[in-house]
């Protein structure tokens, strides 16, 4: 038994260090903007495959899981254009100029609190393009944490972008925690309704600074992984147990 307990032990060690940094946790809920079901504001085919949503009424500032819009509007996009890698929906950050809009369409989504350990570093990545409908050619968007000062990402229309092939291209930002809880702020600094657009928006805390890429392991992809290790570890030592015990073959 001792040896068996050796093995797991060490089965257990073996896939930890094996463990792919993609099995880390996503802190971010609903980074694809996924509307779940019986969403009223779901965008639809039949609604011209993309809703508005403006952050002066209070169902549609929360119509997302997991978001908020907090000022103007963004348009929520399902069918208008081509989603992210992987994705079904995504944003225009630069919603639709109306009665609500003030003159600008600058969008601003809140993602929900996650919580976050203080001093640790985290690493968030998004896929950006922009809305190809019209102008400026480059799109802009702040990228901020809790409020604070922002980070700006351009993107620029290419002759190849189109809404059938809109080139989303992955973007990485980067925030030392300076509290217990954390959200993430994205704006559109591009004031016309075609702005920047938003997808597949994750984040991880990180070992170290910004300057090394070790994402912290996910504790229960960990137990998972280990158990797992422990079940091959042990149909190994059952096997061998069955070879010994039947006549050499
Ligand atoms: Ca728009």
């Not at 597949?200 to 170290?208: D, I, P």
């Amino acid at each position: 038994m001792k040896r068996l307990t050796g093995v797991l032990a060490f089965a257990g060690l073996a896939m930890l260090v094996a463990l792919p940094a993609q099995a880390s946790i996503n802190l971010v809920t609903n980074g694809t903007f996924d509307p779940g079901s019986g969403n009223p504001y779901t965008p639809t085919e039949s609604n011209g495959g993309f809703t508005t949503l403006n952050a002066d009424v209070d169902a549609q500032a929360h119509a997302i899981p997991g978001w908020t819009v907090t000022s103007n509007s963004v348009d929520w996009i399902d069918g208008y254009w081509q989603a992210a890698p992987g994705c079904k929906y995504s944003i225009d950050m630069s919603g639709t100029l109306n009665p609500y809009e003030k003159n600008s369409a600058e969008g601003t989504l809140v993602a929900v609190r996650f919580a976050t350990t203080v001093g640790t570093w985290y690493l968030v990545q998004f896929d950006m393009s922009g809305n190809p409908d019209s102008g400026p050619a480059t799109k802009v968007l702040d990228v901020g944490v809790n409020g604070g000062s922002t980070t700006e990402f351009d993107y620029t229309l290419g002759p190849n972008n189109s809404k059938s092939n809109m080139l989303w291209a992955t973007k990485s930002y980067w925030f030392k925690a300076t509290a217990t809880e954390s959200e993430l702020d994205f704006s559109s600094a591009t004031p016309t309704q075609f702005g920047p657009t938003l997808d597949a928006v994750q984040s991880y805390a990180v070992t170290g600074d910004n300057s090394t890429v070790a994402v912290i392991p996910e504790p229960a992809a960990m137990v998972v992984w280990s158990l797992l290790g422990a079940a091959v570890a042990g149909l190994a030592v059952l096997r061998r147990r069955a070879r010994r015990a039947s006549p050499m073959t």
